[in-house]
């Protein structure tokens, strides 16, 4: 399993001890970012953290109806609260991940496992820039991708908007409620234009000012149990919709 298993969130709370480097015959630590780096240098797409779990679904000939394709967010949902993701459900977030690293992952991660749907949320570590700097067509064109990908295997497709989030802790200072509500307005109208189907957790996540509300994230970003459950009251009548359950 990667050294990057552990998402973004519980390095920056401190809970885990981060690999120690030998350099001249000192001990360095390295932090979460200089981590992030060396792993994406070694596998840019991190195409081999769900492998031997996609050889398994498929070895056993198990039926999927979703992949939930994303980053942190989408991984902590699948860590925090199993419980929603009942058979049927399958889970490939990663931990800090931008857009053009899940467009490559689609094939494996996706289209293979021949689910019937995906749910795609991503946006929030591009507008970071964990993989150096975007623009928002780049992130759109992403979407694009992904999306055409999907629907060319007959696979349906669900956007999610961003989160919201005020700041992001490992990117201080960094201009975050504009770019998010400007990329969720593309969303929503990009999928009414080719047929998706488009989830918005604002209403249910989002205080007065484009920030979490209490209690339904610890950082600010990613979600809490409460905010899990929060979500899973938005998607759930649309999973119904989209999936005839």
Not at 18 to 46: H, Y
Not at 58 to 63: I, N, T, Y
Not at 190 to 201: E, H, Q, R
Request: some cysteine; hydrophobic content about 40%; proline content about 6%.
């Amino acid at each position: 399993m990667s050294s990057f298993t552990l998402s973004r969130r519980t390095m920056l709370g401190g809970a885990v001890a981060l690999p120690v480097l030998a350099v001249a015959g000192k001990c360095l630590a390295e932090t979460w970012e200089e981590q992030w780096n060396r792993e994406i240098k070694a596998d840019f797409s991190m195409q081999n953290r769900y492998r031997a779990d996609n050889e398994r679904i498929l070895a056993a000939h198990e039926k999927v109806d979703i992949v939930f394709m994303g980053d942190s967010i989408t991984q902590g949902w699948k860590d925090l609260h199993p419980s929603f993701f009942k058979p049927g459900r399958v889970g490939r977030g990663i931990g800090g991940q931008t857009t053009p690293q899940m467009l490559v992952r689609m094939m494996s991660d996706v289209v293979d496992l021949k689910p019937r749907a995906v749910h795609i949320m991503a946006g929030t570590n591009d507008i970071a820039g964990n993989t150096g700097p975007m623009t928002q067509e780049m992130t759109r064109d992403n979407f694009r991708a992904m999306t055409a990908i999907a629907q060319h295997h007959k696979i349906k497709v669900i956007l999610a908007s961003i989160p919201p989030a005020a700041s992001f802790p490992w990117r201080p200072g960094m201009e975050t409620v504009k770019p998010i509500r400007e990329l969720n307005e593309w969303l929503k109208d990009y999928a009414a234009s080719i047929g998706a189907a488009y989830v918005d957790y604002h209403p249910t996540l989002a205080d007065a000012h484009g920030g979490m509300r209490p209690g339904l994230a610890n950082d600010g970003v990613h979600p809490t149990v409460a905010g899990y459950e929060a979500m899973e009251r938005v998607i759930e009548p649309v999973l119904k919709r989209v999936l005839g359950k």
